[in-house]
């Protein structure tokens, strides 16, 4: 990993679609040589997936909530089996475990309150012993952006 290739990542992370020829002329290398880095960024786990981000509100998810949630279980296999219902769970767009208060904080759109009622309610079925659920109001920042620095 070197400053061109922290380059390319940073131009990829702002543009996915960026061909690879647009690519090779911001960053001064052939294209073979672009492309080649690229495919290797992408092999050494440096490069998860490219996707595109949907807009929540045009397609009908009124509702952003961030959920809080506690369980008793503590087992390894009871914890592995909570967490992958929780990824399979559309609704779900991220989730974290955590310390401190509360052991996981999920993103979840929802369309309305009748879902996110129904939600909840699969949480507690699945062992979420306390949930705290807050709506988002507005959405001051949503970036997907790691600020890396290739200008060392």
Do not use: W
């Not at 543009?15 to 002329?25: G, H, T, V």
């Not at 690229?38 to 490069?47: A, P």
């Not at 699969?122 to 709506?135: A, C």
């Amino acid at each position: 990993m070197d400053n061109m290739d922290l380059h390319i990542l940073d131009i990829l992370q702002k543009d996915a679609r960026i061909s690879n020829l647009e690519l090779a002329k911001e960053v001064r290398l052939s294209p073979p040589a672009t492309h080649s880095r690229v495919k290797r960024l992408e092999e050494d786990g440096y490069i998860d997936r490219h996707t595109s981000i949907l807009n929540e509100e045009k397609l009908g998810f009124d509702l952003l909530c961030f959920v809080f949630m506690s369980t008793n279980l503590h087992q390894t296999e009871e914890l592995t089996v909570l967490e992958n219902k929780l990824q399979a769970m559309p609704e779900v767009l991220e989730c974290y475990c955590l310390t401190g208060e509360y052991d996981y904080l999920l993103k979840v759109a929802n369309r309305n309150r009748k879902e996110l009622e129904q939600f909840v309610r699969k949480l507690n079925e699945l062992g979420g012993t306390r949930i705290q659920t807050s709506l988002s109001l507005r959405e001051i920042k949503d970036s997907t952006l790691l600020p890396l620095d290739y200008t060392k």
